[in-house]
């Protein structure tokens, strides 16, 4: 049995042999033509790529500089807002002590009411009393006469 496995594998490899043997013609000129056609078309793709990305970068760098100019205004917006936020509460405290210099200051002989410090819910000032205006709960209103 051996020797039979061995004689069909000796066919077999004699068959292989005659089947490499064979000689195949091919048109190398036609194939080298379609390779280099092929390769122009991947240069003229590469180029165009090439601009299509230069234009894209020179856009991209565009946009950057408009950036970097917004940040750099926002910043200058910040702090000039900062600024003024820190000018108006001065302003707000130096009104504030004036308004209780004036208020306080000149207390002397007047009412409690008028030197002690509002509470939140109150009325800011006493109504000053209109003088054509009646006062009392059962009076009318004034009438030339």
């Given at each position: 049995?051996?020797?039979k496995?061995?004689?069909s594998?000796?066919?077999?490899e004699?068959?292989d042999?005659?089947?490499e043997?064979?000689?195949?013609?091919?048109d190398?000129a036609r194939?080298?033509?379609?390779?280099?056609?092929?390769?122009?078309?991947?240069?003229?793709e590469?180029?165009?790529a090439r601009?299509?990305?230069?234009?894209k970068?020179?856009?991209?760098?565009?946009?950057?500089?408009?950036?970097e100019?917004?940040?750099?205004r926002v910043?200058?917006?910040?702090?000039?807002?900062?600024?003024?936020e820190?000018e108006?509460?001065?302003?707000v405290?130096?009104?504030?002590?004036?308004?209780?210099?004036?208020?306080?200051g000149?207390?002397?002989g007047?009412?409690k009411?008028w030197?002690?410090?509002?509470?939140?819910?109150?009325?800011?000032?006493?109504r000053?009393?209109d003088?054509?205006r009646?006062?009392?709960?059962?009076?009318?209103?004034?009438?030339?006469?």
């Open positions: 049995m051996r020797e496995a061995r004689k594998l000796a066919a077999r004699a068959g042999e005659e089947d043997s064979l000689v195949v013609h091919v190398v194939i080298e033509s379609e390779a280099k056609a092929r390769e122009e078309q991947l240069k003229k590469l180029h165009e601009k299509l990305s230069d234009a970068g020179a856009q991209i760098a565009r946009q950057d500089d408009v950036i100019g917004l940040e750099r910043k200058e917006l910040g702090s000039a807002q900062t600024a003024a820190r108006a509460k001065r302003a405290e130096a009104a504030q002590k004036q308004l209780d210099a004036t208020r306080f000149s207390a002397k007047k009412s009411r030197s002690r410090p509002l509470r939140a819910g109150t009325r800011s000032w006493p000053a009393r003088p054509l009646p006062s009392g709960r059962n009076s009318r209103p004034r009438t030339a006469s």
